[in-house]
């Protein structure tokens, strides 16, 4: 901490410096040009019409000026005379400060020189009764070379910051630690945490809340620790139950298999064994199948979005018009336009097919199914009923449980595993929807979803 501390004092000190110094060099610079400009119009005061408009007329009036470098020009362009070159060919009529005489009067200008090779700062005059223009330059550093110059300051500067960064951060970190370190202790010592400084006290109000969030914790391990034996019971149940499910199409399949390669069937009974172990074979891959995706609920992690749950149970329905005309059995609709609901299509489905699947298989000949779906109260509902053997009430709440079936003739037929309500449920509890039940044995059962 105290290193990054120190290091971040360094850097943001280290940038201000520089970003200062950078500033203050382009404000010096500008306030060097801006004093010269005033220095050289107060020279040019000192021209006159008694001097001389050659090179020792030029020469005179800069050592007059103090060295300042003084250059007379045609308002051609044409050079007279200048105090620093003996003779100047080159057309002037072209710099900006003479362009700038000819049009108001006088002009300035900051520029390297041609001849001289340095920065100079030009003040141009024109004398309409002489019919020439007066320049006078003196030399600048441009604003790198101030810059440079500086250099020796601004290192000086950097190494005293550092030092001060470096006792700062010793001394802040020793002072804002103190009452960390306090904190630290009490957390030791099991204390509750308490701290005078304000900007502390919402850290100890978090670490008192975790504290006893672990002790909750630690109470639901342990209660967690005794019910792990209502868990291993429930595992070995699970076992056993699909080991039974799984035994009676094994023993038919090995049993018909058994009677294929003796001798001494009919055609008819042959066709017949092979019909058997073809079912069996498709009910226990149904039976390994959902118990997988039984298990895989949990592990379904994939986003929901918005489904149009109307369109699914349309388009779904349709799919049992073979399974009910078998029955004899009437379908009654309630399906209302423009039903969604937040989840994922295959989801929905899986509950929409078990529901209507055991209507069917549970339902008498020549009986009735009635399907709603709208909204009450702002929610989605969902509502599969059935005139069908209904359920004991004692087996209500056995009714969504692993393997349970409430017609023990359907095993091994066209009856399901017990696994569909389960899936149903389970589903509906990871979304937070509400399911219920409600039936009169021999009458017929009502299945309900909120979501």
């Known amino acids: 901490m105290r290193k990054r501390i120190l290091w971040v004092s360094i850097l943001i000190t280290f940038l201000g410096l520089i970003l200062f110094s950078f500033t203050a060099t382009e404000l010096y610079y500008n306030l060097s040009v801006e004093h010269s400009r005033e220095t050289l119009a107060v020279y040019m005061n000192v021209f006159d019409e008694s001097v001389t408009l050659d090179g020792a007329g030029a020469r005179s009036l800069s050592e007059t000026l103090g060295g300042a470098r003084v250059t007379f020009i045609r308002t051609d362009g044409t050079v007279l005379a200048d105090s620093e070159a003996a003779e100047i060919s080159e057309n002037h009529a072209g710099r900006e400060e003479v362009q700038a005489a000819l049009e108001s009067g006088e002009g300035y200008a900051v520029r390297a020189s041609d001849t001289l090779g340095i920065n100079m700062v030009y003040y141009c005059k024109r004398f309409d009764d002489l019919g020439v223009l007066v320049r006078i330059a003196v030399p600048t550093s441009s604003d790198w070379n101030i810059f440079v110059q500086a250099l020796p300051t601004l290192v000086a500067f ?30 030791q010592q099991g204390k509750k945490l308490v701290s005078d400084y304000k ?73 017949r064994a092979v019909n058997i172990i073809r079912a069996q074979s498709e009910r226990l891959s149904s039976l390994i199948t959902e118990t997988i995706h039984y298990s895989e609920i949990d592990n379904d992690e994939l986003p929901s979005y918005d489904v149009d749950f109307t369109g699914l149970v349309r388009d779904a329905l349709g799919a049992f018009e073979p399974n009910m005309r078998e029955k004899n059995i009437t379908l009654h609709t309630d399906i209302a336009d423009g039903v969604t609901v937040f989840s994922r299509y295959e989801r929905l489905l899986v509950i929409l097919n078990n529901l209507v699947g055991n209507a069917i298989r549970y339902n008498k000949e020549g009986g009735e199914i009635s399907v709603f779906l709208g909204r009450e109260n702002g929610f989605a509902k969902l509502s599969v009923s059935d005139t069908g053997i209904g359920i004991a009430e004692e087996n209500l709440d056995k009714v969504f449980s692993r393997f349970f079936t409430v017609d023990k003739s359907h095993n091994g037929q066209g009856g399901g595993f017990g696994l569909g309500l389960a899936v149903v449920r389970k589903l509906c509890r990871k979304a937070g929807w509400t399911i219920s039940v409600e039936s009169k044995l021999g009458e017929g059962t009502i299945f309900t979803i909120v979501f």
């Open 199 to 271: 900007e502390l006290r919402p850290i100890a109000d978090v670490l008192n809340q975790r504290n006893e969030k672990i002790e909750g914790d630690m109470k639901r391990i342990e209660e967690e620790k005794e019910l792990a034996l209502q868990a291993k019971n429930s595992k070995d149940e699970m076992i056993a139950n699909i080991t039974h499910e799984m035994n009676t199409p094994l023993t038919s399949i090995k049993g018909f298999a058994d009677l294929l390669v003796g001798e001494g069937l009919t055609e008819e009974q042959r066709l």
């Open 158 to 187: 950097l190494l005293v910051d550092g030092l001060a960064c470096f006792l700062f951060t010793y001394l802040a970190t020793d002072f804002i630690l103190k009452p960390v370190r306090q904190l630290t202790l009490q957390a």
